[in-house]
């Protein structure tokens, strides 16, 4: 069996402009971030994609909605495809994580896989949960090209289980830029990625996290 997947990070969000750690909190893309999303149907739309899933906090559904359009597709919401949740971090700046949480803030930038958020999610927790619905929809869509609209720490996660590696190795992996594309490849029970956080087809409307994340 075989499945390829298009694993596409959320354009720019209203979370991303003031520099926030959004998790579960639900703020829209930025006019920009739109922009991105366009940008991204007009990469994917020749892809010959089967069905598209998203997360279904709003930055990443409504960056699947210009290729939803272009394909004449609805996408499939999926709770398990959200962001981590973030706990008492959720819609809080990151400078203010760094001066209010510093021991945990500081594992989460140095020592990803074993951070473990505030009255949150581990990003353990989020690894599970992660590969385990990627998994799941592969083997659902034997034969097809799907593609998920998500967020960066699960695309993290992917490259991770994807080479092999467990949580822990998560610190040698950089953040993808946003409205990026990554793509997984799942041929008989085993799994790839060949392609992260591709994003050259943005031109200079690219954008990145900041280095304290």
């Known amino acids: 069996m075989s499945c390829k997947i298009y694993l596409v990070r959320h354009g720019q969000s209203l979370g991303n402009l003031k520099a926030t750690f959004l998790g579960h ?8 971030g739109y922009n991105q999303a366009e940008l991204v149907c007009k990469y994917l739309e ?5 069905i598209i899933y998203s997360s279904d906090l709003q930055r990443a559904f409504n960056t699947s909605l210009p290729l939803c359009k272009a394909l004449r597709l609805d996408a499939i919401k999926d709770r398990n495809l959200r ?12 400078d203010h994580l ?10 989460w930038r140095e020592d990803i896989g074993n951070a473990v958020i ?3 999610e581990s990003v353990r927790q989020l690894f ?16 097809k090209t799907v593609a998920i609209f998500t967020h960066a720490t699960p695309i993290r996660v992917m490259h991770c289980f994807c ?3 467990d949580a822990a190795a998560m610190k040698d992996i950089g953040w993808c830029p946003n409205a990026s594309v990554s793509v997984v490849l799942y041929e008989d029970g085993r799994i ?10 943005l031109g200079d409307l690219g954008t990145r996290l900041p280095s304290n994340v």
């Open 46 to 50: 020749s892809k010959d994609i089967d």
């Open 25 to 32: 909190t639900d703020l829209d893309l930025s006019p920009l």
């Open 83 to 94: 962001e981590i949740f973030a706990g008492d971090w959720e819609g809080k700046t990151f």
């Open 128 to 143: 599970e949960r992660i590969t385990a619905e990627v998994l799941r929809i592969a083997v659902e869509n034997d034969g």
């Open 98 to 107: 760094s001066e209010h949480y510093p021991e945990t803030y500081s594992v």
């Open 192 to 201: 790839s990625m060949p392609q992260y956080g591709y994003d050259e087809f």
């Open 118 to 120: 505030d009255n949150g």
């Open 163 to 165: 080479n092999g590696y």
